[in-house]
């Protein structure tokens, strides 16, 4: 199990260190060790990537907006504009920090530029995605860190679909800031942006 350090009450049986153990067994506060690892997305993060991709999108329930396709992630790979996160080598979050020029192509990122137009040197913020499992322990900040720290001084842009609210306060606690907003076939998102 992996956990962002911090006391964690167990209450009922629970797993600490691999060991099954039952509540009484362990004082009722124990401290897990950090055990994500944030880093630069390699080739063979591709298919974790991809299945995490797949549980998030509209045919699955989710609510991502674009199925970018297996060679779309290798280009933005090798191009050094993937960060993932991992526990245990699973990858359980990604997000994207790419050229507009990659993303040039795709219908709703023209929507957005055409209502915004982007500030010199910016880049394209996102897909972000965290495994539904690890969500809320601070992964989507952790992994914004890690580009910001590799894209340093160079503004960033972004869309969230409208009724993502949980996306809208994550990144407006990371620091984003709200440009306004704008529809693509009948959605209704708002436009961010990011200024160190
Ligand atoms: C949006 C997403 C990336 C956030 O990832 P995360 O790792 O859970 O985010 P963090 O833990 O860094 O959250 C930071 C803040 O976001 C807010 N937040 C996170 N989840 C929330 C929720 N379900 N409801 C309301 N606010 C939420 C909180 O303010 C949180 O800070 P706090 O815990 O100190 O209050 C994740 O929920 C996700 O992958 N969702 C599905 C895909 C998606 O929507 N991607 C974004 C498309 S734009």
Excluded at 20 to 37: A, E, I, K
Excluded at 46 to 62: C, H, R, V, Y
Excluded at 112 to 130: H, K, N, Q, S
């Amino acid at each position: 199990m992996c956990g962002v350090a911090r006391n964690v009450r167990f209450t009922e049986w629970d797993v600490a260190e691999g060991i099954t153990v039952p509540y009484g067994g362990l004082p009722p506060y124990h401290r897990f060790q950090m055990t994500y690892d944030f880093s630069l997305a390699g080739l063979d993060d591709i298919p974790g990537i991809l299945a995490l991709q797949e549980m998030n999108l509209p045919d699955s329930g989710g609510i991502l907006s674009v199925r970018l396709t297996p060679d779309w992630f290798k280009d933005a790979i090798l191009e050094k504009s993937v960060i993932v996160g991992r526990c245990e080598s699973k990858v359980v979050g990604y997000v994207v920090g790419s050229s507009l020029a990659a993303s040039a192509h795709v219908p709703i990122i023209q929507a957005m530029l055409r209502v915004f137009p982007p500030a010199p040197g910016c880049y394209l913020y996102g897909p972000i995605c965290v495994a539904e499992t690890e969500r809320g322990k601070g992964l989507a900040s952790a992994m914004f860190g890690e580009l910001r720290a590799r894209l340093s001084g160079r503004p960033a842009i972004l869309f969230i679909r409208a009724d993502n609210a949980s996306s809208l306060q994550a990144h407006r606690k990371m620091g984003m800031q709200e440009l306004g907003t704008f529809t693509n076939n009948g959605v209704l998102y708002v436009a961010l942006t990011y200024t160190s």
